[in-house]
């Protein structure tokens, strides 16, 4: 090569290495562009700070400081959150809704049906109504204890006939055969082995039991009907045909005040006032007893009222008002367990009353005292109440006798208002 053409070429490559100069400087770096990208897709601080971008999603809140959840009455049923918004929502919690609790078993919707009676000395009419009763056709039986008398009626209330019109008043002839003074409580059995309906009347203060037949005829311990002698049936025979006396050896009674009839006829009779049940057959033989003055298992401070339960449970109740008890017995007169029955907030019951029950075994308990009827399943855990003070329908002036008919209608002896009440559920 001549040195001509070598001096020609150095200049060139000078002359391209100052080009590469020039575009190093006029061209933007890589890293300057990717800063200058990223700022321009930059939230303010301000907007990040206030939360108003419209396209930010707020950062998840630490636990110290996440929101409350939403009240109740703003959630809805298809409100959920996570269990923890730290923690992947692998599951989901509904949040507690204010809705009701579940309605223990045998919780019906007892509404009122009707009323019938009225203060008065008619028929139809009460002086003061204490017990009531019902037979395999659901008539009505209504023990008037200030009347001395039973009163009739069919399964809605209409007037049918009544027996023992107490007509005089004098001490002389109480504990007579031809009156009742004071009757207390009443029961009915239907005895299928002779397929007729019987009716026992506790008369207290004559310290005796009646029993009589469906047409109002009285029946001898002996099985003798006494004949009929005008209006109402007269006791023509002497006292001692009659279920006992005063007294406190087997078959006597000091202030009989209530009485029960098992599967089998037999008759518990509560002899409130020597503090013990006597058991006799359904011809009026004394079988056994039991009882006695005490607050232990199985004795009395003051009995009241009895019951028997015709369920499969098959048992005999007894309340003692003394110390709101219920005691529970086997058909022997084995106890078996007391209990304290409580209202919904788990108050004992000032003042039970009276008692009675369905074919399933819940049992049903007026409280003179708070106007109410309980219902209770048979190991008394409360289910139910209803009523309140007043005349007016489902209210109460001192409750006392209660009972279930074939249709598991519940009837009320509102003794305060001098008329029954009937509840009925759908």
């Known amino acids: 090569m001549s040195s001509k053409n070598k001096h020609c070429g150095l200049p060139f490559f000078i002359f391209l290495f100052l080009i590469c100069l020039l575009s190093i400087h006029l061209l933007p770096s890589p890293c300057q562009g990717l800063a200058e990208k990223e700022s321009a897709g930059r939230i303010p601080d301000a907007l990040i700070e206030e939360n108003q971008h419209p396209l930010s999603e707020p950062p998840l809140p630490d636990s110290e400081t996440e929101p409350p959840i939403p009240s109740v009455e703003t959630e809805t049923e298809h409100t959920y959150r996570f269990s923890n918004p730290n923690e992947p929502p692998d599951r989901f919690e509904k949040p507690p809704l204010d809705t009701p609790k579940p309605r223990p078993l045998g919780y019906y919707d007892y509404k009122f049906y009707k009323s019938f009676g009225g203060f008065g000395t008619g028929n139809g009419y009460f002086e003061r109504p204490v017990d009531i009763a019902?037979?395999?056709?659901?008539?009505?039986?209504?023990?008037?204890?200030?009347?001395?008398?039973?009163?009739?009626?069919?399964?809605?209330?209409?007037?049918?006939?009544?027996?023992?019109?107490?007509?005089?008043?004098?001490?002389?002839?109480?504990?007579?055969?031809?009156?009742?003074?004071?009757?207390?409580?009443?029961?009915?059995?239907?005895?299928?082995?002779?397929?007729?309906?019987?009716?026992?009347?506790?008369?207290?203060?004559?310290?005796?039991?009646?029993?009589?037949?469906?047409?109002?005829?009285?029946?001898?311990?002996?099985?003798?009907?006494?004949?009929?002698?005008?209006?109402?049936?007269?006791?023509?025979?002497?006292?001692?045909?009659?279920w006992g006396e005063f007294g406190s050896r087997a078959g006597e009674f000091h202030h009989p005040n209530d009485m029960a009839v098992?599967?089998?006829?037999?008759?518990?009779?509560?002899?409130?006032?020597n503090f013990r049940i006597q058991c006799f057959d359904d011809e009026g033989r004394f079988k056994f007893e039991w009882g006695g003055f005490g607050s232990g298992p199985g004795s009395f401070l003051k009995p009241t009222r009895i019951a028997y339960d015709p369920s499969r449970f098959g048992n005999i109740w007894v309340i003692d008002s003394k110390d709101g008890r219920l005691h529970k017995f086997d058909l022997d007169g084995d106890f078996t367990r007391a209990y304290i029955p409580k209202d919904k907030e788990n108050n004992p019951l000032p003042n039970p009353t009276d008692l009675s029950f369905d074919t399933q075994g819940f049992i049903y308990l007026t409280d003179h005292t708070l106007n109410k009827v309980f219902k209770y399943n048979n190991d008394v855990e409360f289910i139910q109440s209803w009523g309140e003070k007043g005349s007016g329908p489902g209210q109460f002036k001192g409750p006392r006798g209660i009972v279930v008919d074939s249709e598991d209608r519940i009837l009320v002896v509102d003794s305060g208002n001098y008329r029954i009440q009937i509840f009925t559920h759908f």
Request: charged content about 35%; glycine content about 4%; proline content about 2%.
């Open 262 to 273: 098992d599967r089998y006829d037999n008759l518990y009779v509560l002899d409130s006032r």
């Open 134 to 242: 019902v037979d395999n056709d659901d008539n009505i039986y209504v023990c008037d204890m200030e009347a001395g008398k039973i009163q009739i009626f069919d399964s809605e209330g209409s007037y049918d006939e009544e027996w023992y019109r107490l007509s005089i008043r004098n001490d002389e002839i109480f504990n007579q055969p031809d009156t009742m003074d004071e009757p207390a409580a009443l029961c009915v059995d239907y005895k299928e082995r002779v397929g007729r309906t019987f009716i026992y009347v506790a008369d207290t203060k004559n310290n005796r039991i009646l029993q009589f037949n469906r047409d109002g005829e009285l029946i001898t311990p002996e099985g003798e009907e006494i004949e009929d002698s005008g209006q109402w049936q007269k006791m023509t025979d002497t006292n001692d045909q009659l």
